[in-house]
T-cell receptor, first 115, second 113 residues
Framework: EAGVAQSPRYKIIEKRQSVAFWCNPI?????LYWYQQILGQGPKLLIQ????????DSQLPKDRFSAERLKGVDSTLKIQPAKLEDSAVYLC?????????????FGPGTRLTVT | GNSVTQMEGPVTLSEEAFLTINCTYTATGYPSLFWYVQYPGEGLQLLLK?????DKGSNKGFEATYRKETTSFHLEKGSVQVSDSAVYFCALSANNAGNMLTFGGGTRLMVKP
């Protein structure tokens, strides 16, 4: 079974530029999550999708971050414009049903450096 | 709101030593509890989980027991190996918050031969 795929693996941009990350979840997984992991901290949820609908985006900085999952499969996360404090690893995860005890499977992450 | 607190690292042990990493949580209702591990250069992967009080999760020699009375989920291993060197994250998933995971800050474990 293929795991969660993410690209790119690394990205370096200057502040005020824009960037986009892509995620392909495990086939058949209805729920997709984007987490932000700042160096030395635990991951923090940005947004959760159930199929192509948003379940929770309460911690997404909506003035600069946006995410979509148009066909209920792949997802993209965009930052525009980027700030220095956005430097982090962006993790995508998926789970089968999105219930409390379900295991979430994580991708390798995209490491973003904003200079 | 929901939160997870775990002991700060790094924790440095010699091979075959006993390991405990403390984790306590705050949540409403009855959360599921997890330990995730991040090996160097790899992504997060589930180590073990427990979904109700007094459940014991176990995997690869690691164990953790869901203690509702002390709101804790401490990770233990009787004899660590060099290959256990990684960052360990305690997390919870509360039914009142969808399935989102709330993570602790992580504990880096270094095992020396």
């Amino acid at each position: 079974e293929a795991g969660v795929a993410q690209s790119p693996r690394y990205k370096i941009i200057e502040k005020r530029q824009s960037v986009a990350f892509w995620c392909n979840p495990i086939s058949g997984h209805a729920t997709l999550y984007w987490y932000q992991q700042i160096l030395g901290q635990g991951p923090k949820l940005l947004i959760q999708f159930q199929n192509n609908g948003v379940v929770d985006d309460s911690q997404l900085p909506k003035d600069r971050f946006s995410a979509e999952r148009l066909k209920g499969v792949d997802s993209t996360l965009k930052i525009q414009p980027a700030k220095l404090e956005d430097s982090a690893v962006y993790l995508c995860a998926s789970s089968f049903r999105g219930q409390g005890s379900d295991e979430q499977y994580f991708g390798p992450g995209t490491r973003l450096t904003v200079t | 709101g929901n939160s997870v607190t775990q002991m700060e690292g790094p924790v440095t042990l010699s091979e075959e030593a006993f390991l405990t990493i403390n984790c306590t949580y705050t949540a409403t209702g009855y959360p599921s509890l997890f330990w995730y591990v991040q090996y160097p250069g790899e992504g997060l992967q589930l180590l073990l989980k427990a979904t109700k009080a007094d459940d014991k999760g176990s995997n690869k020699g690691f164990e953790a027991t869901y203690r509702k009375e002390t709101t804790s989920f401490h990770l233990e291993k009787g004899s660590v190996q060099v290959s256990d060197s990684a960052v360990y994250f305690c997390a919870l998933s509360a039914n009142n918050a969808g399935n989102m995971l709330t993570f602790g800050g992580g504990t880096r474990l270094m095992v020396k031969p």
